[in-house]
């Protein structure tokens, strides 16, 4: 199970990207409201109803955390306490972590990516706490990765679906969308 986090003000295209490419490939994932509510509000205003709340999120058996950007959903994801934790818990056991966009801000306010490389959307890079900033699109690191924004979404989607299933299954999922990934823009794969 791979868990997507939404936050009132996420960033849409990257969260149902994920979420739609991911489930293509077989795997399953829930989108895990961080809110009281399961109805979750992206930054151009479209309600998603999230298959579950926080709370009822079985961490141990999670394969994989998933942080799409956007805001104020990233300044959401970095404020909730019992996330923050969670993340911590699960990186300390080597379990992977992914954040497009703002959302590396959160591994980097957690002192998660010391050591690490790491991107982030352009001009929030002081944001890598402890990383060495990467101007790629998409950037692997043991168990971290990071993705610049929007435009990244389906090489993020990608890369994690290479990540959790092989590059055979990635390039199924890419021709099958007729999708032709950019070269080179993903790092240490």
Same mark, same amino acid.
């Given at each position: 199970?791979?868990?997507?986090?939404?936050?009132?003000?996420?960033?849409?295209?990257?969260?149902?990207t994920?979420?739609?490419?991911?489930?293509?490939?077989?795997?399953?994932?829930?989108?895990?409201?961080?809110?009281e509510?399961?109805?979750?509000?992206?930054?151009?205003?479209?309600?998603?109803?999230a298959?579950?709340?926080?709370?009822?999120?079985?961490?141990?058996?999670?394969q994989?955390?998933?942080?799409?950007?956007?805001?104020?959903?990233?300044?959401?994801?970095?404020?909730?306490?019992?996330?923050?934790?969670?993340?911590?818990?699960?990186?300390?056991? !080597?379990?992977?972590?992914?954040?497009?966009?703002?959302?590396?801000?959160?591994?980097?306010?957690?002192?998660?990516?010391? !050591?690490?490389?790491a991107?982030?959307?352009?001009?929030?890079?002081?944001?890598?706490? !402890?990383?060495?900033?990467?101007?790629?699109?998409?950037?692997?690191?043991?168990?971290?990765i990071?993705?610049?924004?929007? !435009?990244?979404?389906m090489?993020?989607?990608l890369?994690?679906?290479?990540y959790?299933?092989?590059?055979?299954k990635?390039?199924?999922?890419?021709a099958?969308?007729?999708?032709?990934?950019?070269?080179?823009?993903?790092?240490?794969?």
């Open positions: 199970m791979v868990y997507v986090f939404l936050a009132n003000g996420f960033e849409e295209l990257e969260a149902l994920v979420v739609d490419l991911l489930r293509r490939a077989e795997i399953q994932v829930k989108t895990v409201s961080i809110m509510d399961r109805l979750v509000y992206g930054s151009k205003g479209v309600g998603v109803e298959d579950i709340l926080f709370k009822a999120g079985n961490y141990e058996t999670c994989m955390l998933i942080l799409p950007g956007g805001m104020p959903g990233t300044t959401n994801l970095c404020n909730h306490r019992d996330l923050n934790e969670e993340l911590r818990e699960f990186y300390g056991k !080597g379990k992977p972590i992914a954040a497009i966009c703002a959302a590396p801000m959160v591994l980097g306010r957690a002192g998660l990516l010391a !050591g690490h490389k991107t982030i959307y352009q001009g929030m890079e002081e944001e890598l706490a !402890g990383a060495q900033p990467v101007d790629d699109d998409v950037v692997v690191s043991e168990n971290i990071t993705s610049k924004g929007p !435009g990244t979404a090489d993020f989607a890369t994690i679906i290479e959790i299933k092989g590059t055979q990635a390039e199924e999922i890419a099958e969308l007729l999708y032709h990934r950019v070269q080179g823009a993903v790092s240490n794969l």
